[in-house]
């Protein structure tokens, strides 16, 4: 069955340091990947997308992803964090069964300190 | 920027009261979707249509859970009988192809 593991519920970081959030997922057929961004009391606004070609993505306000077939995981990652950041990250696959379905992970909140 | 509309962005409803919430797709996506999420975080899928066809559902949609997805009117999303379980935040997405589109949201209180 299709999953998306989240290892980290909460992440703190500085301002100005570099960010990974992990994603693993499980899939058997291609698996269309995703980073969507949470802010309080908001819907999901998308950062980023995979669904094949160079496996590293990249999204908006600087955000990147990676991509690895072998680890099956698709990471989350900034140079330098903002206060700005500081929200829920949601990393989803999403099938072509059922219209796309999306399948989401538990989140990780993001607090980026002074 | 998703150009998915969902009102009322907040609802307060009674125990054993009606629900509705609606969503306006993005224009021309012909896949809609709800979702429920929950204070944990967790998402769970409720349904979804493709051009106004239910395409998929959960059982506890079948049971106090209805939507529908006319044409040329806002989709929508109705709890029968509110419990304070149903108390989450209600996620209408679209979507043409692998992408989806997230709205901000219904957030339902059931006191």
């Known amino acids: 069955a299709q999953s998306v593991t989240q290892p980290d519920a909460r992440v703190t970081v500085s301002e100005g340091a570099s960010l990974q959030l992990r994603c693993k997922y499980s899939?058997?057929?291609?698996?269309?990947l995703f980073w969507y961004v949470q802010y309080p009391r908001q819907g999901l606004q998308l950062l980023l997308k995979?669904?094949?070609?160079?496996?590293v993505v990249q999204g908006v306000n600087s955000f990147e992803a990676e991509f690895s077939k072998s680890n099956s995981s698709f990471h989350l990652q900034k140079a330098s964090v903002h206060w700005s950041d500081s929200a829920v990250y949601f990393c989803?696959?999403?099938?072509?069964?059922?219209?796309?379905?999306?399948?989401f992970g538990s989140g990780t909140r993001l607090l980026v300190s002074p | 920027n998703s150009k998915v509309i969902q009102t009322p962005r907040y609802l307060v409803k009674g125990q054993g009261q009606k629900a509705k919430m609606r969503c306006i797709p993005e224009?021309?996506?012909?896949?809609v979707f709800w979702y429920q999420q929950n204070k944990n975080n967790e998402f769970k899928f409720l349904i979804n249509?493709?051009?106004?066809?239910?395409?998929?559902q959960i059982d506890m949609t079948e049971k106090r859970f209805s939507a529908e997805c006319p044409s040329n009117s806002p989709c929508s999303l109705e709890i029968q009988s509110s419990e304070a379980g149903d108390s989450a935040l209600y996620l209408c997405?679209?979507?043409?192809?692998?992408?989806?589109?997230f709205g901000k949201g219904t957030r339902l209180t059931v006191v």
């Open positions: 249509f493709q051009n106004q066809e239910v395409l998929q």
């Open positions: 224009k021309g996506h012909p896949v």
């Open positions: 997405a679209s979507s043409r192809g692998m992408e989806v589109f």
């Open positions: 995979y669904y094949s070609g160079d496996p």
């Open positions: 989803a696959l999403s099938m072509r069964a059922g219209g796309y379905k999306v399948v």
């Open positions: 899939y058997s057929a291609t698996p269309y």
